[in-house]
């Protein structure tokens, strides 16, 4: 499954962002849209953004060690979606 979601975050796609028209992995979707969601408030993308904050912190300025597929496969396996929050 791991190969699939990988494939999948690559692939590149048109987006207009602040008014311009970029082409964006999905990869970079993904982790833009996760810290946007964490800078306005959600508990959730805050939860998974910690610990790769704190890893910066501790190895210096290297977001290079920041991994897309990583988080992804995260929240996969470790936040609930929302019909499961809804229902327990």
């Not at 190895?59 to 996969?76: N, V, Y």
């Amino acid at each position: 499954m791991g190969e699939l979601i990988d494939k999948e975050l690559d692939q590149i796609v048109s987006v207009t962002e602040s008014g311009k028209q970029r082409r964006l992995s999905k990869r970079e979707i993904l982790i833009k849209g996760l810290i946007n969601d964490a800078l306005k408030g959600d508990r959730k993308a805050q939860a998974m953004l910690l610990p790769y904050v704190e890893r910066t912190r501790e190895h210096g300025d290297q977001l290079s060690e920041l991994d897309p597929a990583e988080i992804a496969r995260f929240a996969l396996r470790y936040l609930p979606r929302d019909d499961e929050e809804s229902s327990g």
